[in-house]
C-alpha cells in the first residue's frame, strides 16, 4: 500500500513510551531505541523502511541509531535516512535522538576504516552529516577499538567533533571496561563527558555483565545495549528451519552454524517460558534486557512495521520472577553465538 505523501505524526505519539535518562546527562532516551544497520539500505525497499521509521516516530521511538558504513552499499541508510528525514521529519528534528558511528571499513584506501585515526573519523562524521542533510548528530561515536591507533588520537578526535558543535555528545561502542575507563578519563581531561557506550547485550550475550555495566555506573554513562534479539535468533522464526527473507539468508552477520538441535532447543524453551508471561519470544528478549536500570536503552533493528509493533509491545511487561530468571540462566547454548563483544584491553 502507498504510504499517504503528506506526514502527519501521531498526536498521541509520547503517551506509551517510556524514556530512560542516559547516565548523568540531562538527556532521555527511549527505552527501545531503532537501528537501521540492516534493511534500510539502497538494495531494501525505500519505502518500507519509511514506514518503519514512521511507525517508530509515531510510538515514541525518538532515537535513530546509524553508522557510516550501513547499507549495503556503505553509505545508503544514511542517505534514505536523509531523504525520510527531508521529506516527513523535518519539523521534527528536535524531537528527534540521532547518532552515527565510525571505526570499520568504509572508504578505499588507509584512511576509510583500517582504524579509528582522527583523519578517519572526522572525515566520516563531515560525510555523514552531508548524507543525511544534518548541521551536527546528537551523538557520534568511536565505533570499535583500533589496536593500531593511540587512545588519545581517537579520543582526540570525538573532543574536536563535540567542540565544532558537529556532534551534541560522544560514545563509544564495544570497549572493554578497562579501555572505556581510559577514554572517559582522557574525555574528561578535556571537559567532555562521556555521554554513551553501546555495546552488545542479549540473553544469549552476556559480556556486559562482567564488569562493564559497573564500570558505566561509575561514570555515569549510559548504556544502549544492541542486538537485544541476538539478530532475531530470540524469536520464534527459527524453530522450524530457515524462514524465506530472514536475516539467516540474506546476511552473512548470521552464522547458519548457530543453529544447532541444542540451541534450537534452547529457543524453544525461551518460547515456553514467554508464551507463560503471556509474551512472545522476542517480548521477552527485550524485556530481560531492560530489566537492569543501568540499560538506558534496548537498541532493536526491524525488518517489517509488524515485527517493530510486536517488540514495542515488550515494554507493556518487563519484570520478571526470581524463578523466570533461573530458568532462563539454567539453559545452555552450544559454544558462543557472539560476533561482538568486548574488546581487548590492548
Ligand atoms: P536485533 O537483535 O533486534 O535483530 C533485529 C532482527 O530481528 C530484525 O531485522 C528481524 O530479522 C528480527 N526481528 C526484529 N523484531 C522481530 C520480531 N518482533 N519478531 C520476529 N523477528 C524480529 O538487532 P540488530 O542486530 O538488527 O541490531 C540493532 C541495531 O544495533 C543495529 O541497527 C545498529 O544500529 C546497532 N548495532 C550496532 C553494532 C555496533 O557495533 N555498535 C553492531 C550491530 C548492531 P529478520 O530479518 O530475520 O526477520
Known amino acids: 500500500m502507498a504510504l499517504p505523501t503528506q506526514y502527519v505524526p501521531s498526536q498521541t505519539r509520547y503517551d506509551n513510551m517510556t524514556y530512560r535518562k542516559c547516565g548523568h546527562s540531562g538527556v532521555f532516551l527511549p527505552a527501545i531505541s531503532l537501528g537501521l544497520w540492516q534493511n534500510f539500505g539502497g538494495a531494501d525497499v525505500f519505502e518500507t523502511g519509511r514506514s518503519i521509521l514512521r511507525y517508530a ?20 541508510a544514511e542517505e534514505n535516512f536523509g531523504k ?22 568504509m572508504w578505499p584506501g588507509p584512511y576509510g576504516g583500517i582504524g579509528s585515526s582522527k583523519k578517519y573519523l572526522i572525515a566520516s562524521c563531515d560525510q555523514s552529516l552531508q548524507r543525511m542533510g544534518l548541521d551536527y548528530v546528537d551523538v557520534f561515536y568511536s565505533h570499535r577499538v583500533d589496536p593500531n591507533t593511540p587512545i588519545e588520537e581517537t579520543m582526540g578526535a570525538l573532543t574536536q567533533l563535540h567542540r565544532q558543535g558537529k556532534a551534541l555528545y560522544v560514545g563509544i561502542s564495544s570497549y572493554s571496561p578497562k579501555l572505556t575507563r581510559k577514554a572517559a578519563e582522557i574525555l574528561s581531561r578535556e571537559n567532555v563527558p562521556l555521554f554513551i557506550h553501546q555495546p552488545s547485550y542479549s540473553m544469549f550475550n552476556r559480556w556486559i555483565e562482567n564488569g562493564l555495566l559497573d564500570t558505566l555506573e561509575e561514570l555515569g554513562t549510559g548504556c544502549i545495549g544492541f542486538s ?10 527459527y524453530l522450524n528451519g530457515v524462514p524465506e527473507g530472514a536475516r539467516a539468508t540474506k546476511s552473512p552477520s548470521f552464522r547458519q552454524d548457530w543453529l544447532t538441535d541444542n540451541n534450537v532447543s534452547v529457543i524453544r524453551k525461551l518460547t515456553e517460558i514467554a508464551e507463560r508471561r503471556g509474551q512472545s519470544l522476542a517480548q521477552m528478549a527485550i524485556a530481560w534486557v531492560l530489566k537492569d536500570p ?18 514495542l509491545d515488550s515494554l507493556k511487561y518487563l519484570t520478571f520472577t526470581s524463578d523466570e530468571l533461573k530458568e532462563i540462566d539454567s539453559l545452555q547454548l552450544d559454544g558462543d553465538i557472539n560476533i561482538w563483544s568486548g574488546s581487548s584491553d590492548l
Do not use: C, M
Open 57 to 76: 516516530f509515531d510510538q515514541g521511538i525518538t532515537h535513530i541509531d546509524l553508522a557510516n558504513n550501513y547499507g549495503p552499499p556503505y553509505g545508503s
Open 84 to 105: 525520510v528525514l527531508a521529506t516527513d521529519f523535518k519539523p521534527f528534528r528536535d524531537e528527534l535522538f540521532i547518532s552515527s558511528k565510525a571505526g570499520w571499513d
Open 228 to 237: 537485544p534479539l541476538a539478530q532475531g535468533l530470540l524469536t520464534k522464526k
Open 294 to 311: 543501568r540499560v538506558t536503552s534496548a537498541l532493536i533493528g526491524a525488518r517489517t512495521v509488524e515485527q517493530l509493533a510486536d517488540s
